[in-house]
């Protein structure tokens, strides 16, 4: 079945650090793959997404690229900010329209 | 704010008591989802309907769960003779069809607490 693996956390950076997040998973056919974010005491919220090979998903300065030769979805912000502490997600949704999500990473950022 | 809302935000309860959660989806979203997550881990799919439909129910889901969706617009969650395994946070999701690029919108999640 489909299955998201992400890198454990925490992990713990100072600000204006650069961050990657490491994400693989497994699915047959072609999934969407997102990015959500958790902040402390919130809902869960989509932060990019990307539904097709070589696309890449950005929104505030986080990106993605959808490698599907090597099935992966990473992460990456080039200098992240204190505001970014929280828990990351990665997932991916097939044709069943059912979600599945990573384990989670808590991102811990140091003034 | 037109987002998903759900109610009550925290429960606690006492193993064996009944409880049920309520979501109320993004208007004209046909589409609803409940999905569940315990402490540490990521959400994971309970099952959907479309409109007033329920269309697939995961193996977590058992026989104590019901989820019910009578008008095709808000949800109902019910779990009868809570355990303590239950405990975890209860999140819905709505959108407005189903298909690879058509977007999950979360609610704030329930907590659910059995003592």
């Known amino acids: 079945g489909n299955s998201v693996t992400q890198m454990e956390g925490p992990v713990t950076l100072s600000e204006e650090a650069f961050l990657t997040i490491n994400c693989t998973y497994t699915?047959?056919?072609?999934?969407?793959l997102f990015w959500y974010v958790q902040y402390p005491g919130e809902g869960l919220q989509l932060l990019l997404k990307a539904t097709k090979a070589d696309d890449k998903g950005s929104n505030k300065g986080f990106e993605a690229t959808y490698r599907k030769e090597t099935t992966s979805f990473h992460l990456e912000k080039g200098s992240v900010q204190v505001s970014d502490s929280a828990v990351y997600f990665c997932?991916?949704?097939?044709?069943?329209?059912?979600?599945?999500f990573g384990k989670g990473t808590r991102l811990h950022i140091l003034p | 704010d037109t987002g998903v809302s759900q109610n009550p935000r925290h429960k606690i309860t006492k193993r064996g008591q009944n409880v049920t959660f309520r979501c109320d989806p993004i208007?004209?979203?046909?589409?609803l989802y409940w999905y569940r997550q315990t402490l540490g881990q990521g959400p994971e799919f309970l099952t959907y309907?479309?409109?007033?439909?329920?269309?697939?129910k995961s193996r977590l889901l058992s026989d104590r769960f019901s989820a019910e969706r009578p008008k095709g617009s808000f949800s109902t969650l019910e779990i009868q003779r809570t355990e303590q395994g239950d405990s975890a946070m209860y999140l819905c999701?709505?959108?407005?069809?189903?298909?690879?690029?058509?977007?999950?919108?979360f609610g704030p999640g329930t907590r659910l607490t059995v003592t």
């Open positions: 997932a991916l949704k097939g044709r069943d329209d059912k979600i599945i």
């Open positions: 208007s004209e979203h046909n589409r």
């Open positions: 699915a047959t056919g072609y999934p969407s």
């Open positions: 999701a709505s959108s407005s069809s189903g298909g690879l690029s058509y977007e999950q919108y």
């Open positions: 309907f479309q409109n007033e439909a329920q269309l697939e």
